[in-house]
């Protein structure tokens, strides 16, 4: 077969290196890829959001079947235009994607079918939006309504800090010419979980449970991130409570959205904050997490084609996972996630023992392997338990000896830290 795989960072590294695995993926094409995935697939320069771009080549390749990354090109319709054309995708519609692209849907829907999720209210007008603030108080959690890659949250303990926060989405929102909205949440307190399952209609196959980074420091000190590290699966969340969360948090979600006239095919993650109250989503996204898949896929026992095209046919994957732990620290340049350089010659990258490479932002040139974005690379290892894979990750960075000039990581990685400080 020929796949199509959509996507340039960790989290498509991960899904090439486990479709390499597969005996019937005959060619891996990848847009835009990047310098790890050029091993291993044949990379096309496609843009991500060059949809029309990327179905011409998906038809002229015979591609099988495209599985897409980010969420940009779901938001926009990428799965859309690939049926309509005939073509087998494994992604969200636009409309099913929404559960991702707009918080306020997602808060509303979450309402509506009984989800468990932060109290909320939702504002286009700034002044309505602060006096609602100052009748809650802090801390309270201000999100743009939009994508924002990560940097659309901002969980204020301070009353001028969450007014700003409300002044700069709303403004941001009005420059993109978009209708603005932003959602004000109830701030929650707990460890958080990610749980991503595989669903296609009202199936629901959940993977195992993982906890990313958002942080750019140790001790969730520092802005958000895209994600510093993460490790599979979550030993303080019983089975029993898992189960819990897939019956209410993603089946509710899958058969909601059903009901809503769209169902959703493709993976769904459910991002939760474990709450005395219990667990709580704080977010939807419409995709698979990064950098939660280069923690989860090193565990599946699965043929990951095998597994999607299963799902697209209604059919239980039967998941089998192994029963080990998997841990992955980013390398990210020094000033991200503000302003950083590229370019910068990586030092070598030779995995040792148990220990994967998963490129983000690298490039390959004429000198060797530089750096190609904010996140380069995650390292991960798999052990025994989760002691065993840490320190796997840990020794192999000891090793390359990093400036702190050039790149930092963080050192805290498989620890539970509670966020304090607000996030901006
Ligand atoms: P999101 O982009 O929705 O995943 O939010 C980014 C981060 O902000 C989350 O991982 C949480 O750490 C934090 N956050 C989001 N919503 C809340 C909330 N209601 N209460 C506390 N923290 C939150
Ligand atoms: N790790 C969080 C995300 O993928 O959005």
Known sequence: MNVLLVGRGGREHSIAMKLYESEQVDQLYAAPGNGGISDIAVCTDLDEMDIDGLLTFAVEKAIDLTIVGPENPLVAGIADKFHKAGMRIFAPTKQAAMLEGSKRYAKEFMQKYGIPTASYASFTHAADAKAYISQ??????????????????????AIDEAY????????????????????????LEGPELSLMAFVHGSNVYPMLPARDYKRAFDHDKGPNTGGMGAYAPVEDVSAETLERITNTVLQKAADGMKKEGHPFTGILYAGLMMTEEGPKVIEFNARFGDPETEVVLPLLKNDLLQVLLDVLDGKDPQLSWEPKHCAGVVLASAGYPEAYEKGILLPDLTPEDSVIIVHAGTRITADGLVSDGGRVLLAGS???TLTEAINGVYGWLERRHIQPERFFYRRDIGQIVLAEDSAV
Do not use: M, W, Y
């Open 136 to 157: 809650i108080g802090v801390p309270v959690v201000v999100k743009a309504d939009g994508l924002a890659g990560g940097k659309g949250v901002v969980v204020a303990h």
């Open 382 to 384: 798999r052990g025994d």
């Open 164 to 187: 700003r926060a409300v002044e700069r989405f709303l403004a941001a929102d009005h420059n993109q010419g978009s209708t603005s909205s932003i959602v004000i949440e109830e701030c």
